[in-house]
């Protein structure tokens, strides 16, 4: 298997509602991250796991809050949205060790908050 | 920190012809990686084509090949009998070679049309 999943793939939620966006890898990486794209921009990075545990946070506004249960698994919930944060998130997976590995990213969910 | 620069928005190329796109960096490590990705309008981010800092050969996939200049810290990609499937959104980028999970830092991109 050398796929990211995402699931869903389009999701539209109101600003008080909650969900969760899903990103599953059975590659071994243990490397996961979520990045936002608006549309005609590049993909911007909001967090890194690293052996399941938070590396980095791109200073990213709290109603978003991103989990990994395992080593597989990695979730983004989301709660009080706001239209702005309309975009297509990306989840990728790589080697969590020093290599030219690239990244592996699943297709994305696109995100409508109305 | 770092930064990828892509000077052309977008660029066309006729159905087997050669096109190069321009990608330019900025970094004071030395050791690192450089990737090319493709995104088509179904959205998936595909790796392309990637460079280590430290191999002087410029690496090759197929069609797609690059021109590393290191000193120049330039990194361009040459696709060669483009096909109507190659057109996408081509975003470079630039990872550090500190530990395994550092940041992609993406340059804007470059959208490129292939013509029949």
């Known amino acids: 298997d050398t796929e990211v999943t995402q699931t869903p793939k389009h999701l539209v939620m109101g600003m008080t509602n909650k969900k969760s966006l899903k990103c599953e890898q059975h590659?071994?990486?243990?490397?996961m991250y979520w990045y936002k794209q608006k549309a005609k921009k590049p993909p911007e990075l909001m967090f890194v796991?690293?052996?399941?545990?938070?590396?980095i946070n791109e200073s990213v506004p709290s109603r978003f809050s991103p989990e990994c249960p395992n080593s597989s698994l990695l979730n983004l919930h989301l709660h009080a949205l706001q239209p702005e944060d309309s975009a297509l998130y990306l989840c990728?997976?790589?080697?969590?060790?020093?290599?030219?590995?690239?990244?592996?990213f699943g297709s994305g969910t696109r995100l409508t908050v109305v | 920190a770092q930064t990828v620069t892509q000077s052309q928005p977008e660029m066309s190329v006729q159905e087997a012809e050669t096109v190069t796109l321009s990608c330019t960096y900025d970094?004071?490590?030395?050791?690192?990686?450089l990737f090319w990705y493709k995104q088509p309008p179904s959205r998936q981010m595909i790796l392309v084509i990637r460079q280590e800092a430290y191999k002087q050969q410029n690496a090759t996939e197929n069609r797609f090949s690059v021109n590393f200049q290191k000193a120049a810290k330039s990194f361009s990609l040459k696709i060669s009998d483009s096909q109507l499937g190659d057109a996408a959104m081509y975003f470079c980028?630039?990872?550090?070679?500190?530990?395994?999970?550092?940041?992609?830092?993406f340059g804007k991109g470059t959208k490129l049309t292939v013509n029949p």
């Open positions: 970094t004071s490590e030395s050791d690192y990686y």
């Open positions: 796991y690293s052996y399941e545990k938070l590396s």
């Open positions: 990728a997976s790589s080697q969590a060790v020093r290599g030219d590995y690239g990244y592996t």
């Open positions: 980028a630039y990872r550090s070679a500190w530990s395994g999970s550092e940041k992609l830092v």
């Open positions: 590659m071994g990486h243990r490397a």
